[in-house]
């Protein structure tokens, strides 16, 4: 096996609690039919979520990104040169307010 797919498995079996919790409403297509990917790969990048479909990526950003804005964007340009729209949020959005958070997916998925 590749090793950025090892790698995406292995982030799958490590995920952060935000990332468990906003899984838990994207799996098995529950978001209006949408299917989700977690731990995917793109642009030499392990996305956090992926709905291929819509062309969309999902990244959650944890304290560690506060002084990550480069890197940040420059990953997300990358992601973007592939076809992908990529949209934020921060743990504590999902983790506090994940109504909110996946209206703003939906928007994103609708405007696809």
């Known amino acids: 096996m ?8 292995q982030l799958r ?4 609690d935000a990332e468990r919790h ?7 297509e529950q978001l209006a039919g949408w299917k989700f990917r ?3 790969p793109v642009a030499g990048f392990i996305t956090d979520f992926i ?3 819509a062309c969309l ?8 990104h506060a002084d990550a804005h480069r890197y940040d964007a420059d990953r997300t340009r990358l992601i973007q040169g592939e076809g992908y729209r990529v949209v934020r949020f921060w743990n ?3 983790l506090l307010r994940v109504d909110a958070v996946l ?6 998925l609708d405007e696809g």
Do not use: F
């Open 103 to 108: 209206e703003e997916i939906l928007r994103y």
């Open 13 to 16: 079996n490590a995920a952060t």
């Open 2 to 9: 590749e090793l950025k797919w090892e790698r995406a498995r």
């Open 22 to 28: 906003l899984w838990s409403y994207l799996r098995r």
């Open 92 to 94: 504590d959005d999902v």
């Open 57 to 64: 990526v999902i990244e959650l950003d944890g304290g560690q």
């Open 38 to 40: 977690r731990q995917y």
């Open 51 to 53: 709905c291929i479909p």
